[in-house]
């Protein structure tokens, strides 16, 4: 299968981190570390091989592909021997960047977005696309009546005024566009039932939301352990302290308060009851894309006995997305040419804020996700 | 079932908190939080009543039992309020307390043991007794040719010399009295051929090692974290530092070096590789009870940029180990009741160093654990 | 000097520490450990002595003081056994607590707050008393024209309404009584033109604000640190989570803000400039009074190289004040007695954000405060 | 004054940094972050200008220096920018580095190295020349009867076998000649009566030992921190995990506890009496220069309530040690240039181990510093 990837917000951290990476395994210069895709029990024949993989995006941004690259190296978050190495590559990439559309209705934004997607895929004769949105998070977007349903939002797009939040708006024109699309954010994407019944009209598949990278990776597999052991977690607090764009977008309270609510559902999901405390998100701009998170947990042992445990994740967030964007990619272009279609619930492993009624504990998600390719057949 | 639980180390901390919790229970004073059979997905009928166990045991030191509670609800181990509120029946369980025989043949040591224990058994009219070794962990014992076999064992015990480390002659004791045993620490104990011919022969069940309490727990949940993603541990360094009476056992560099090796088997285990770096254990007189484990794990992950992890565990030992003994003995009393007999590899959640070729990641420990007591059915 | 100690918040955690803390120390049942006054290069012959200290107080709430200090030992605040043995004493105490007087105006609640501070110096015959506020943080006050000098002052207070936040009319009600004051807390205290005025006319020293007792005493020594060793601290940002009385008072914005401005201040003090990051304060309930500070600093060295230091403070917030309350009571009837009026900038030592112009590195504080002693004269 | 240094372990990672650092600042391409002697407070027109620094060395290795700036950029000690910039400049210095001399006799031996610094010195027309010590840390020097006296050692010295270790054979031949000599590793260096007096002969100044970079630092403001406050420390425990050179060589048991020796040391001095527990150091080559600590301190508080606090430094060691070999070269420098003689005890800011009976707490030692500077005269 010749396969796109699209990227929304396609000169950032994570889409540029994603693309070196991709670019550095065709070239045989890399190994596939952190890509859950390449662990022995879950490779999959029906996956695009990474080496098939063609990547394209829109940003408002206008800093050169090459230029971004060279920011992270420098920052540690690739190596600079990749970087200079992978230069032809990266430009044929930046070829292949749009500028994001913007046109007189949210209708005729949405299908410039798609004729780009479109030419993309005619330009490369891919067989399939894939939208992945790697763009800053957005704030909860407010709700609108022609989220309802397709034809009042077909209605309404025509109309002036914002009726979809951005990552909706891509998500419609991936729809129309026949791609699958994934939200690696916690943006709205394609949460609205007129998106879905786009998605279920088109046969097309959709996953999210808001990457797994970090802390919540973290609590997805602590709190299970408190539970197995009967052990009563009382307080459960995190402060996340960040630099990169992300941080900078989270300043914004609401987008702050929509990256919390997402942090802490683990939590009474898992626990099956929600212990106090918070989780906050401060930015700081020496801290970079080196993300610190430190939490604390209360908990009450046998006869009430009082103990704590604390850890401190400092992890390069981009570095921890990437392998997972491709991952994601890779999936939803197999699941769309399995013919499956709307939200893949399987695929809760990757997120802090999965779609479905799904297990939060990691490892029954891992458990999931295995089933999940084994069923796509092919087992290398 | 009517059921006796016999301490070895009856007077430690360990024992006098599982003493202290299950006369709580019994009188309704508190809740098993922290005891894994408590769980509503674990909990079976076949399980002898919280409120159905006897204590005795044996012990080198005479502190009374009252005495001991005291000094750990000073500690903040337990707290006092149920010190005060038990003072009857913990003098009724140092009733049955007895010490340490010591004869002129390590044979005649263990007829000894062993009238002790059928003495407990018929003052109660128990219906099964279990063997629970807390007492503090062994030097590594050196290897002896009459370990091989039940005949040789027998014929040697009856000489002069110390053929068999004390856990291993409790556990020779507690099969011949017709009692299961569980080891809780790194000792020898019934691991040894001419053991496991004696339980087999005398149709009993058995389980360990080394409990799993505080830094081990949080690696066996980890490590499979790091798996699942893919990511590259390049190392994982730990201390623990600790202050009761296994901390300063611990300080002989026999006993250390057998515990930090059950504490790094499970990241080669789970892992699939060793990475770099050792556990230590140190002995600080001021921590008590409530030991301190700090880890320091770095990673790699997409294209080799390095992350890290740290935790710092404060956990209160006796009282993260009291109510798995007390899970433990419900367990391997069920199991000699349902006729199961020899090393119990089902319990290996509950065990830093387990018997068999088992999972070292904690929730498939877990499934085997809840498969196994769905086994013995009377699902409550 | 027959001495006496008013708190106001007399019933809170914090006194109650204190008072069981000098109780002791005259039953000769503990040593002064973490008082500061009695560190052998401090103790000076010109402080009152511990045991001829006399306490009394005014509170809103009515817990009997024994019952409070039973709270305190149960959450391992103070040992049991102290207040067992001092049941008799703390009555006595407690029969010199008054409920906090409200009257009219805000003038004849003042008078009644000065005829109980007479009372009890009259009824225990003492040469001086000294009313220390402990009580919970207030909300940042609402200037005032009347705050400017003494006339409008008095005249202001005669009206109805509010003239003065609670923690400056205890101070008003102390002057008036011929009373020192100290404000261990960050509420507004002494520190108006009027206030000053009136200490000014009556001879009277004070002393404040904030006592600092954790993240900010570290941030005193560690600060100049990095100034000293030249390097350049980019980031510094903390969290405080913590539960006691003082934790929910906290939760008001208001509060809160007072108190994290009074916390960032030291850093812009001792480096000469302000590095990026904020101190949040959240309250846990659970935590109770063993407040958990972390903090992450992250800093340049040589060429720009980044690195970071990171701690965490888990302290028991009165155990830790209670000994400076005794040392501020000490220090400030003997400045009363050696015939010193107005700010006492030498005590900086002891706070977050001390009065007048002064050296916020904990060591020339330090030496400050020695040579304050040393003038009171006396060296023991 | 043109001045040289002189560094033994020329293409270690201490050595290089400094190299790259002095050559930057010269550039103008770096700011001297971290380096002491460019504080306000400190800055001193008697200090040789940074620009008029000259650099040479022995080294047993033969790495090229730019070759191991590519190293130790690529590992995010020093910025690759720098180490592009300065490829002409490095190159220079590299003619100026010699192989550590080797001879049949010590005699012969520190003749040699006594030749090369003085051939040094006139290739470059340098008023003055100082020897630095930073190659690896030696096991501790078994005790020999030449080391008591000049004479005696002289004698030995032209015998077989090994009179002197290392470090201290190259202050042997730096003395005689007629440079001074600071060492910066804990190796026992100038410390001998035999060197004291060649030193006092030729009037020429020396400073040790063991550079306070990272965990010792944090100390001498912490543990005094608890000193002033009357707290009581309980234990405080380290574990410091380092990949770097100094990290191999300190596997070595010899040179391990050598060096843990000097770290504990600081807290005795400090706090007036030695708290429980140990420093460990451990080497994991994944780590390599960012060395991480951990500290835990123990406490108790008024009453004898217990607290702790914990601390982790992820430092770069080589950017850390590099601008305070700049510093103690320039002062020592300067030192000989004013006629200062024997052990410069006024250097103990710098050093774990200090020389003399000297203030372990920084900041008064850091008063000592900016005194003997002032002494120096020209303040700039």
């Known amino acids: 299968m010749r396969a796109g990837i699209w990227l929304i917000g396609a000169r950032g951290s994570v889409a540029t981190t994603s693309v070196v990476g991709a670019l550095a395994l065709r070239a045989g210069l890399a190994e596939p570390v952190g890509c859950v895709t390449a662990h022995p029990d879950l490779d999959s024949a029906a996956l695009p091989d990474f080496c098939d993989l063609y990547f394209g995006g829109h940003d408002v941004a206008t800093v050169p592909l090459a230029k971004k690259a060279e920011q992270l190296a420098a920052a540690g978050v690739v190596p600079a021997r ?3 190495a992978l230069g032809a590559e990266l430009a044929e990439v930046d070829a292949d960047l749009r500028p994001a559309p913007e046109a007189a209705t949210q209708a005729a934004t949405a299908e410039a977005i798609a004729r780009d997607l479109m030419r993309f895929r005619t330009r490369h004769r891919l067989d399939r696309v894939v939208v992945v949105n790697v763009a800053s998070t957005e704030a909860a977007a407010p709700p609108h009546p022609a989220h309802a349903g397709l034809d009042a939002l077909s209605a309404a797009l025509n109309g002036p005024g914002t009726v979809l939040p951005a990552s909706s708006l891509y998500a419609y ?7 699958g699309y994934v939200d690696f954010t916690p943006s709205t994407g394609a949460r609205l039932p007129a998106l879905a019944e786009l998605a279920a009209h ?8 808001d990457g797994k990278t970090g802390e919540t990776l973290l609590k997805s597999v602590l709190a299970p352990m408190f539970a197995m052991r009967n052990l009563a977690v009382r307080s459960w607090s995190g402060v996340n302290l960040l630099g990169g ?24 999901e898992t626990l ?3 212990p106090a405390g918070d989780t906050r998100i401060d930015y700081v701009a020496d801290i970079g894309d080196f993300k610190t998170a430190w939490d604390l947990v209360t908990f009450a042992g046998f006869l009430g006995t009082g103990m704590c445990l604390q850890f401190t994740w400092q992890g390069c967030d981009s570095a921890l997305a990437a392998p997972l964007v491709l991952d994601l990619a890779r999936i939803t272009l197999a699941a769309h040419e399995a013919g499956h279609t709307g939200p893949l619930e399987s695929l809760a492993f990757f997120f802090k804020d999965p779609m479905g009624d799904v297990d939060h504990a990691l490892p029954a998600q891992w458990e999931a996700l295995r089933g999940y390719l084994a069923g796509l057949g092919g087992g290398r």
Chains 1, 2, 3, 4 share one sequence.
């Open 82 to 84: 990749l970087v200079q």
């Open 173 to 179: 024109a991936a729809f129309t566009a026949g791609c």
């Open 202 to 209: 088109r046969g097309l598949p959709y996953a999210g939301h």
């Open 245 to 268: 764009g992300d941080g900078a977008t989270l300043v914004d309270p609401g987008a702050n308060a929509a990256k919390s609510a997402s942090k802490q559902r683990v939590l009474r």
């Open 272 to 274: 099956g009851y929600a």
